[in-house]
């Protein structure tokens, strides 16, 4: 079965330091996400992504976020000047808008640490 | 705003029924979601179920949704230790290419 990949699966980072996550959607997919979960907090969407271009972001997603698609195969989140209030769970998704197609693909999560 | 509230805790003996509550806010959601977490791993989706049905089975899994009340319930019949994990209830307005709202999350510990 088709699978998102996110790489790494942990990442430790000092404060203030840039970092980039990793992730391949599924390779039919139209639309990718990336969501966030604080330990023991809710899963949070961040941004969602479209033909090259974002489509949606939350308020969470400040001036220190970014993403890409770099390659047509990879989609990355860059976090530009880390604070430990960025530590979480990133979650990286793909869908592929259909009738038939419901709900998205999760990667396993990035573990990001900041200290 | 949109909100997606579940109970954090569930302890079940196996071969019993585990029934995972969730309520949600927003009336206008189109899609309601049942996402698995096991430990190490991603967000899996166990199931769907659009606004304008009651029930869903699929297996093991029973889905009820109270539109009006705006309650939505996974029953997992003949609970096995392998279904410990966590259990995300999500909305949506769309199928696929709107922001999913999860809840918390109700952890199942499933005790042999």
């Known amino acids: 079965e088709p699978e998102v990949t996110q790489t790494p699966s942990h990442q430790v980072t000092q404060m203030g330091q840039e970092v980039i996550l990793r992730c391949v959607p599924i390779s039919n997919h139209l639309y990718f996400y990336w969501y966030r979960q604080i330990l023991g907090q809710k899963v949070e969407f961040l941004v969602s992504?479209?033909?090259?271009?974002?489509?949606?972001k939350s308020e969470i997603f400040d001036d220190q976020f970014s993403v890409e698609r770099p390659d047509g195969s990879n989609f990355t989140l860059k976090i530009r000047s880390t604070k430990l209030e960025d530590s979480a769970m990133y979650f990286c998704?793909?869908?592929?808008?259909?009738?038939?197609?419901?709900?998205?693909?999760f990667g396993s999560g990035t573990r990001l640490t900041v200290v | 705003g949109e909100d997606v509230e579940q109970s954090l805790f569930l302890s079940v003996r196996e071969g019993d029924s585990s029934v995972i509550n969730c309520t949600y806010t927003d009336s206008s959601s189109t899609y309601l979601y049942w996402y698995k977490q096991e430990p190490g791993a991603g967000l899996q989706l166990l199931t769907y179920?659009?606004?304008?049905?009651d029930m869903k089975q699929d297996q093991r899994l029973t889905v009820l949704l109270n539109k009006k009340d705006k309650h939505l319930s996974l029953r997992i019949a003949d609970t096995q230790t392998g279904d410990s994990a966590i259990y995300f209830c999500?909305?949506?307005?769309?199928?696929?290419?709107?922001?999913?709202?999860f809840g918390k999350g109700t952890r199942l510990s499933v005790i042999a």
């Open positions: 998704a793909s869908s592929r808008r259909g009738w038939d197609d419901y709900g998205y693909t």
């Open positions: 999500a909305e949506s307005f769309d199928s696929g290419n709107t922001p999913l709202v």
């Open positions: 992504f479209y033909n090259n271009e974002i489509s949606e």
């Open positions: 179920i659009f606004s304008n049905m």
